[in-house]
Every structure is written in structure tokens, then in C-alpha cells.
């Protein structure tokens, strides 16, 4: 199994969540993109960090 940890930042706020756009590693394409998240559990956060883990079988 491997794991890759992506950041994402701030975008915008929408009614009801957050929008927050993928920061790749240099030279990487984004593997996520965008992301929203509930506002109820993003709060006033700039930025997260997502753990993204796949089995390689």
C-alpha cells in the first residue's frame, strides 16, 4: 500500500463549504484538483493536508 499526502489552499467559500484547490509538487500534475469541504468541520482553515492511501494490488 502507498500513501501520498496532498496539500490544498484556500480557493473560495461557497453557501455551505469550502473550496480548496491542490498545490503540486513541483514538476507533478494535481491529483485531486479541486476539493470542498463542509464549513461545519473547515472553519477559518487557509489550508489541509489530505492523506490519500491506495492499495497497489
Known amino acids: 500500500m502507498s500513501k501520498k499526502v496532498v496539500r490544498f489552499?484556500?480557493?473560495?467559500?461557497?453557501?455551505?463549504?469550502?473550496?480548496?484547490?491542490e498545490v503540486p509538487e513541483e514538476?507533478?500534475?494535481?491529483?485531486?484538483?479541486?476539493l470542498y469541504v463542509q464549513k461545519w468541520f473547515?472553519?477559518?482553515?487557509?489550508?489541509i493536508e489530505i492523506t490519500i492511501s491506495k492499495d497497489d494490488e
Open 9 to 21: 489552499e484556500f480557493e473560495k467559500e461557497t453557501k455551505n463549504s469550502v473550496r480548496y484547490k
Open 27 to 34: 514538476g507533478t500534475a494535481p491529483i485531486v484538483g479541486s
Open 42 to 47: 473547515a472553519g477559518n482553515s487557509k489550508s
